[in-house]
């Protein structure tokens, strides 16, 4: 009998991390987010042109303070970037002093992840510091993601998805939670793993993302459990 009941137990907490850990989009709607994303520009297009011009404003920061913190945002870790976003919107945002709130962006995370697969999987792109041949300002990032498709920018899915989120907990501090939350996509131009179009993309689709978050009953009550924690 005690056994019987261990196995219950065991069960469900499985159950509940499973779904702790879903997704808030299903497949289908994640489809329909990237329907509108647009391809990446061609190398004779002026769009690329521009690309080239940011990826060498990124290369001109990476000495700077600016250039330090890009490196640190190639974090995409939830502990990193709930603290970054703690910073912007004065609140300390964990698991232990916010539960619900860090709950909710736990999921937003999976979220995320899950749409940074499926996006990539549509038309693969070469990172630009392939493309040049040239080294980043992270090393030891480079073996692990030179197969990976550069279009979209999943940190940068990650990261105004979760602006978007925080600004609707904390309004009062949007402008600083949207600047963090740009800044955060920006880095990836900087230490060369994303041109700008990588990240432009991933700003549209993040916003998609929400809008059609807004439409999710588990979504809802998430945010509003987190809304009343905060008060």
Not at 23 to 30: C, E, N
Not at 54 to 77: C, F, I, N
Not at 177 to 206: K, P
């Amino acid at each position: 009998m005690k056994f019987y009941r261990f196995l219950l137990f065991v069960f469900g907490v499985v159950a509940a991390c499973q779904v702790q850990a879903a997704p808030f989009l299903t497949a289908q709607q994640m489809g329909d987010c990237l329907s509108m994303m647009p391809p990446p520009p061609a190398f004779e297009e002026a769009a690329f042109a521009y690309d080239q011009a940011q990826y060498e404003w990124g290369k001109s920061q990476r000495d700077s303070l600016r250039g330090k913190r890009a490196v640190e945002d190639a974090e995409t870790d939830l502990s990193y970037t709930s603290r970054i976003f703690s910073d912007a919107a004065g609140r300390t945002i964990s698991a232990e002093k916010t539960p619900k709130t860090y709950a909710l962006l736990y999921r937003l995370n999976e979220t995320t992840k899950a749409m940074s697969s499926i996006s990539k999987s549509i038309q693969f792109r070469d990172r630009p510091y392939v493309h040049f041949n040239e080294p980043t300002a992270v090393p030891e990032k480079e073996e692990s993601l030179r197969l990976s498709s550069s279009y979209p920018s999943g940190h940068t899915l990650l990261g105004w998805s979760m602006a978007l989120v925080l600004t609707e907990l904390f309004p009062q501090k949007s402008k600083e939670i949207l600047t963090c939350g740009y800044e955060y996509g920006q880095s990836r131009v900087i230490v060369g793993f994303h041109y700008q179009s990588d990240v432009d993309a991933a700003r549209m689709i993040s916003s998609a993302i929400v809008a059609l978050m807004h439409g999710e009953p588990d979504f809802i009550k998430m945010l509003n459990e987190a809304k009343e924690e905060l008060k």
